[in-house]
């Protein structure tokens, strides 16, 4: 059973949680796009590990992990965080593996993404992770990138020489520091032994893995709304962290993929620019807030809340595939005595969209139509099994499923491992 886990919101909708929970039935857990601009949060007992680069799979000694050819990798991110992943007491050694040809955030990535994030004025920021990923897409759509095979290359070192070179043009441009080249290439020496024990053709790695009838779990970063082509452009990510990325950021062929699951937060939440339809300014979204723990797992900054937005639901559901539905953070509804779920967009002319619009403009000529159902008042976060939830949240997540179709798969109604309901799958 091979699996791709998708987000299908604007991200930090639990994609961490989830696959943690369902990498005990998988084999190798690969990651096919984003890079260290992710923070997936699995909470096993009384211990918080959020990972950024590396499959949130390495929480389970055994299971492969793969980057896959579709990231962007940062080696100062990766090797904190392998450093962190042993200090933790899990094994890498065999068990973590890095495609040749993945391509490379370098530290004038950064230095761009940041510089370009603040020549932008007001109004058109996005409000990047600042983690260079960006500009490290932009190479390789540029073919000016450097992958991950490239350090195996004699003239590696040169190689940073030319790109610094090539860098401090657009950084003087924008008015930022250059960099030093020779700093640049003490930083890198040590990267090339640090990073070779874990590259590997991982496209043969994963076909052998399902010649062999092993189970592989594709972890989706990043989400629908935030997807290069189908998120609110131009206040998305760089990548494709939709179903179909899964296949190109892996070099597994569709036709290998056995079902999609979809994660979605039960109520929305946004970090960064851009429009957001159901956020809610007032007592409500910081309810939610202060309820969901609504800070980045990444940035550390306060995510921007608001109700369920159906229509963002039935688009993702259309645009992944999505078979069953991983719903989270049920629990955090628990207070509210009326819960609201957006079913369309309302123009000022009284026309009603229920499909997301393509022009942002048109966004902010609507308001939200919403449903409202009564809440439950009650803790959900103790039950373990479907048939326990009070009835009016199986009502909600029923309306839920209604609007956007797609079977329940799984509900989560708490941080911790236990806290996960297996529904339909
Ligand atoms: P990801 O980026 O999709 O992996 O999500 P993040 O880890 O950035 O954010 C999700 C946050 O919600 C984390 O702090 C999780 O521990 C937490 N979380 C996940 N599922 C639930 C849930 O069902 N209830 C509550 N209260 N918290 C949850
Ligand atoms: P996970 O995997 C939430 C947002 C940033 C910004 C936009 C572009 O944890 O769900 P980037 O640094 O990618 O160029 O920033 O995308 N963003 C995320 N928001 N969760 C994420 O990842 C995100 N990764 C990027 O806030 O608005
Ligand atoms: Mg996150």
Request: overall charge negative; charged content about 25%; aromatic content about 8%.
């Amino acid at each position: 059973m091979n699996t791709v886990l998708v987000g299908a919101q604007w991200g930090d909708e639990g994609k961490g949680k989830v696959i943690d929970f369902l990498t005990e039935e998988a084999d190798v857990v690969v990651r096919f796009q984003g890079g260290s601009n992710a923070g997936h949060t699995v909470v096993v007992g009384d211990k918080k590990y959020v990972l950024h680069l590396v499959p949130s799979g390495i929480l389970h000694n055994g299971k492969h992990c793969v980057i896959g050819n579709g990231v962007v990798m940062d080696p100062f991110d990766l090797m904190k965080e392998l450093e962190q992943v042993e200090s933790w007491g899990f094994e890498l050694k065999g068990r973590f593996h890095i495609s040749e040809r993945a391509q490379m955030v370098m530290q004038w990535h950064r230095a761009i993404d940041k510089a370009e994030e603040a020549a932008r004025p007001d109004g058109e920021k996005i409000g990047t992770t600042g983690r260079g990923i960006g500009p490290a897409y932009a190479a390789k759509v540029g073919r000016y990138g450097m992958r991950v095979g490239d350090i195996l290359r004699p003239n590696f070192l040169d190689l940073v020489r030319k790109q610094v070179a090539e860098a401090n043009r657009k950084l003087k441009s924008l008015g930022a520091h250059e960099l030093d080249a020779d700093e640049m290439v003490r930083l890198y020496t040590p990267m090339v032994p640090a990073l070779m024990p874990y590259v590997t053709d991982t496209i043969q790695f994963l076909h052998e893995n399902l010649e062999e009838k092993r189970s592989v779990l594709f972890e989706g970063a990043q989400a629908t709304m935030l997807d290069i082509d189908f998120g609110t452009y131009p206040f998305v990510t760089s990548s494709n962290p939709t179903a179909g990325g899964a296949c190109t950021g892996s070099g597994v062929s569709p036709r290998s993929i056995d079902r999609v699951i979809g994660v979605l937060k039960l109520y929305t939440t946004r970090v960064g620019e851009g429009p957001f339809p159901t956020e809610l300014l007032d007592a409500d979204g910081e309810t939610l807030r202060a309820r969901g723990g609504e800070f980045g797992a990444t940035t550390g900054r306060p995510r921007r809340c608001g109700w369920f937005d159906a229509v963002v639901g039935r688009y993702a559901q259309r645009v992944n595939g999505v078979d069953y539905w991983a719903m989270t953070k049920l629990d955090v509804l628990d207070t509210f005595p009326v819960v609201k779920i957006c079913t369309g967009y309302r123009r000022e002319d009284g026309f009603v969209y229920t499909t997301f619009p393509a022009d942002l403009e048109v966004l902010q000529h609507c308001e939200p139509v919403y449903e409202e159902l009564p809440g439950w008042q009650c803790e959900t976060s103790h039950v373990t099994d479907y048939a326990e939830l009070p009835e009016n949240a199986k009502r909600y997540v029923n309306r839920i499923l209604d609007l956007i179709g797609g079977k329940l798969g799984v509900l989560s109604v708490g941080p911790a491992r236990e806290t996960t309901l297996r529904i339909g799958i």
